[in-house]
């Protein structure tokens, strides 16, 4: 027998009710015995330690990765602004692109802030099979650098989500892709290159990741070994276009993710000269291990830049905090990158001036160097 528009609705009701009712006694079931999910533990530190909370870097720097997606028609006065209130003298913007999209980034920091902005150009390694490839793309990065672009940025895609017209993965050390290398060098511009995630982000998402949270943040960043090669893998390609094109300088995103392995990366310094790294999202690797890292920054203080990532003017204060004071025990800014806590480098200041602007001096064509101190 049928039932009734009655019945059913009067069936959803009571189901409604059975669910809110089991739902309720569970949340009091969780309160009375303490559980707690770990995205809503934010304890406040009882920990009575100096604090130097800084606003303002200790001497003028470069952002060597940042992104502004909308520069070509971008109001730059009040990213200016905040950039002066952070001393942040000049912006790597490394979202160029390419085509009319770079030349009007281009044209826009010409015509209003030429001092302040410098402009990666971008590439679609996706067309390495085009009748024209390479020398297109050849051509294309020539007229870039005529035009003012002083850098190629390349993305994390290149060996990890980019294919051929086979549709086969693309390695970072496809040889199709030596021609581009090589003319970076030729044209006397760095190449800045994200290959590859963090290490957890390939391992079992469990208890014992302690990048759990980001991964249950943001699953579209776990990297499922079935699918995608191992973190070790993608590394080794890398390497080996470092490897291959000495006469080229790269820049290693992220500290080439090595920031929880400083000696491996201190190895690769070694071996490769014409490698550099920035800091970009990854401070919170060195903010938890203050010793090792002060270290390693000092004895690698021509290797290291200053990188932020993704922009947004507070962040910056934990970067000028874990840096330069010696501060204990704080938080980083993002629970997700970091459930641990910063400690301060507290670096002499000739490495902090190298850090902030004498590197990227050396590796970045275009700035304007009168505009740093000595």
């Known amino acids: ?12 009701i009571l189901i409604l009710i059975f669910l809110g009712l089991a739902y309720y006694i569970i949340g009091k079931i969780q309160y009375r015995m303490n559980v707690m999910d770990v995205e809503e533990y934010e304890p406040i530190s009882t920990l009575k330690v100096p604090q130097h909370i800084l606003k303002r870097a200790k001497y003028p720097f470069i952002d060597v990765h940042n992104h502004q997606w909308t520069m070509p028609i971008q109001n730059l ?20 692109f390419r085509g009319k999209f770079l030349e009007w980034s281009l044209d826009n920091v010409k015509e209003n802030y030429p001092k302040r902005f410098i402009v990666f150009m971008n590439i679609n390694f996706e067309n390495l ?8 793309t050849l051509e294309m990065m020539e007229n870039a650098v005529k035009q003012g672009a002083n850098g190629l940025k390349v993305y994390k895609g290149l060996g990890l989500t980019d294919v051929d017209n086979e549709g086969k993965r693309i390695a970072v050390n496809d040889p199709r892709l030596d021609p581009i290398w090589a003319k970076c060098g030729e044209l006397g511009i760095p190449v800045l290159i994200h290959s590859g995630e963090p290490n957890s982000f390939w391992k079992p998402k469990d208890k014992y990741n302690e990048r759990w949270l980001e991964l249950k943040q943001e ?47 201190g190895k690769l310094f070694d071996e490769m000269p014409n490698v550099y790294t920035e ?19 000092i004895k690698y203080q021509n290797r290291i830049m200053f990188g932020k990532d993704t922009y947004k003017m507070e962040e910056y204060y934990t970067y000028f905090r874990v840096l330069e004071t010696g501060d204990e025990y704080f938080d980083y800014y993002r629970k997700r990158h970091a459930h641990w806590k910063m400690y301060g480098l507290e670096l002499p200041d000739s490495v902090l001036k190298k850090v902030y602007y004498q ?16």
Request: charged share 25%; no cysteine; net charge neutral.
């Open 1 to 12: 027998m049928a039932l009734s528009k009655k019945q059913i609705f009067g069936s959803a």
């Open 77 to 96: 006065d009040k990213l200016v602004a905040e950039m002066d209130s952070l001393n942040m003298q000049v912006m790597v913007n490394l979202s160029g």
């Open 129 to 136: 099979d085009d009748a024209g490839w390479p020398n297109e």
């Open 219 to 265: 699953p579209g960043r776990y990297r499922d070994p079935a699918k995608v090669p191992s973190f070790e893998e993608i590394m080794a390609e890398q390497h080996s276009v470092f490897r291959k094109h000495p006469n080229t300088k790269f820049i290693d995103a992220h500290l080439g993710w090595f920031g929880n392995d400083l000696e491996r990366l």
């Open 279 to 297: 800091l970009g999202a990854v401070l919170a690797e060195l903010g938890r291990q203050p010793k090792a890292a002060r270290a390693f920054m």
């Open 359 to 374: 590197n990227a001096l050396q590796v970045i064509p275009g700035i304007d160097k009168t505009t740093f101190p000595l």
